[in-house]
Nanobody, 122 residues
Framework: QVQLVESGGGLVQAGGSLRLSCAAS????????MGWFRQAPGKEREFVAT????????IYADSVKGRFTISRDNAKNTVYLQMNSLKPEDTAVYYC???????????????WGQGTQVTVSS
C-alpha cells in the first residue's frame, strides 16, 4: 500500500503561481511513476502531468504545457507540481496518484491522494 497526501493548494489570482506537493508513505521502496490529475466541478477527472521513477521522462497535458512543471525528490518521497501563469480554467481539485510506470491514463493508477483545492480568480 502507498499513502499519498497532497498539499499546497489555495486561492490565487490569474497569472499567479502555486506549488503543489504530494508526500508518499508506505511501500515507497517500489519504483512508482507519479501523476497529477484534476477535476473541476461537473467535469470528469483529467490528466495533468506524469513523471517516471527516474525523473527522466515527463508528459504534460496540452492545456498546461509550458506553464506547469512536474518534478520529484525520491529521497523525500515527494512529487511536486509547479504551476505558473495560472488561469481561471485551472480551478479544480488536484490529485496525485501512483502507477507502476507512470501513464497519462487514469486507469493505470493504483493509489490516489485525497486532493487539494486550487482556485484561480479572474
Amino acid at each position: 500500500q502507498v499513502q499519498l497526501v497532497e498539499s499546497g493548494g489555495g486561492l490565487v489570482q490569474a497569472g499567479g503561481s502555486l506549488r503543489l506537493s504530494c508526500a508518499a508513505s508506505g511501500r515507497t521502496g517500489s519504483n512508482y511513476g507519479m501523476g497529477w490529475f484534476r477535476q473541476a466541478p461537473g467535469k470528469e477527472r483529467e490528466f495533468v502531468a506524469t513523471i517516471r521513477w527516474s525523473g527522466s521522462t515527463t508528459i504534460y497535458a496540452d492545456s498546461v504545457k509550458g506553464r506547469f512543471t512536474i518534478s520529484r525528490d525520491n529521497a523525500k518521497n515527494t512529487v511536486y507540481l509547479q504551476m505558473n501563469s495560472l488561469k481561471p480554467e485551472d480551478t479544480a481539485v488536484y490529485y496525485c496518484a501512483a502507477s507502476p510506470r507512470g501513464s497519462v491514463y487514469i486507469t493505470s493508477y493504483d493509489y490516489w491522494g485525497q486532493g487539494t483545492q486550487v482556485t484561480v480568480s479572474s
